[in-house]
């Protein structure tokens, strides 16, 4: 059994592909892995969502006070507002989180996730080199061909 990494939350060697998180561990055979891909982790509209969700609720509550002058709700509009930029502007500042998908017997999977470029570049790489040594050696014989 050949290692190619080993980290404190992978381990992929020539048989297995292993995936440590502190509520579980995933261990994915090599050879019954197909399409594995990088993707980027779409969690781009959450936060927005939130905000939205905040300056609605401050437009109703501002709605159904009638009777407050127009200063409260310009000051409840601009409240909302400035919420919407903050969390534009934090989420504008968070790394996005690398992610390897794949196949496993059939079923489509997320194999691992990192935030951390480096270490994510090297458990991909070393995935990658594993599936390809495990495929089965081509049907050509050089013996046939002479």
């Known amino acids: ?63 159904s006070l009638g009777s407050v002058s127009l200063v409260y709700g310009v000051a409840f509009l601009g409240a909302s507002g400035f919420a919407v930029a903050a969390v534009a502007m934090y989420r504008r500042g968070r790394p996005r989180a690398w992610v390897l998908e794949g196949v496993y017997r059939g079923e489509a999977v997320r194999l691992y996730e990192a935030f951390d470029g480096r270490v994510f570049n090297q458990v991909s790489r070393a995935l990658r080199r594993a599936i390809e040594d495990a495929r089965p050696p081509s049907s050509w014989d050089d013996s046939a061909a002479a």
């Open 1 to 63: 059994m050949r290692l190619y990494y080993r980290g404190p939350d992978a381990m992929v060697t020539s048989e297995h592909f292993v995936h440590r998180t502190p509520s579980a561990t995933k261990a994915f055979q090599v050879r019954d892995l197909r399409n594995v891909c990088i993707t980027q982790a779409d969690n781009s509209g959450l936060p927005v969502a939130y905000a939205a969700g905040a300056a609605v609720l401050l437009i109703a509550a501002a709605w």
